[in-house]
């Protein structure tokens, strides 16, 4: 776990410290906020408020019906994410499309769970924070970093996508080095679980004292 910077902040007026989570495909990200939020903190994550925004019903999931039509549907109804996934990677068109109706809508919610914590800081979990120009959102920005070898292995193991798709979704994503640099702390995921642990601690801790607590 590396800091690059120590200044205190304690986040705006209107809420607490917010700090961004962010990393590659297969980083680890989920297991990071896991300990983060076993340590007592607020996770506020982006995948799970799209998940939320995109039930049946709601206007993002009429939005994308209208858009991709019924084949993006499940036979029970639901979203059929494995297409989408499939459809908006071999199709940028299609890519924007879906990040217009979704990201704006994604953002709006986030920032009213932010505003809304009550905890020391927050952990907001963004895998897109650099590539959507969301760090305006958080006052520090943590990356999750492990080796592209490592992620191709967790992701096939963990969603049984090819290596062709595995590369479609990395190039996608922000590159290794621009993350690293744009990085305010890193934590380092290419060991076991309890040095992944250790590094959460070292950093909530961190995180505590520039939050004034």
């Known amino acids: 776990m590396t800091s690059q910077k120590n200044q205190a902040h304690t986040g705006n007026k209107t809420r607490p410290l917010v700090i961004g989570l962010t990393g590659g495909i297969g980083s680890g990200k989920s297991t990071v906020a896991g300990y983060f939020a076993d340590l007592g903190i607020t996770i506020v994550d982006a995948d799970q408020l799209a998940h939320a925004l995109v039930k049946p019903g709601k206007p993002a999931f009429d939005s994308i019906v209208a858009t991709f039509g019924n084949a993006c549907l499940s036979p029970d109804g639901t979203l059929d994410r494995a297409w989408l996934r499939h459809r908006i990677h071999t199709n940028p068109e299609d890519k924007h499309k879906l990040e217009n109706i979704l990201h704006p809508a994604i953002r709006a919610l986030m920032t009213d769970l932010l505003n809304k914590s009550e905890s020391p800081y927050t952990i907001a979990v963004i ?20 080796s592209e070898a490592q992620q191709r292995t967790r992701v096939a193991s963990r969603d049984g996508l090819s290596d062709d798709e595995i590369t479609s979704i990395m190039k996608s994503q922000t ?11 890193v934590i380092s995921n290419e ?9 959460v601690e070292t950093l909530h801790r961190h995180y505590l004292e520039l939050a004034g607590h």
């Open 127 to 146: 895998p897109l924070l650099l590539e959507t120009g969301q760090t305006g959102l958080v006052d520090r920005i943590l990356v999750v970093d492990v």
């Open 175 to 185: 590159d290794r080095s621009t993350r690293l640099s744009s990085a305010d702390d």
């Open 191 to 199: 060991q076991d679980l309890d040095s992944l642990q250790a590094q």
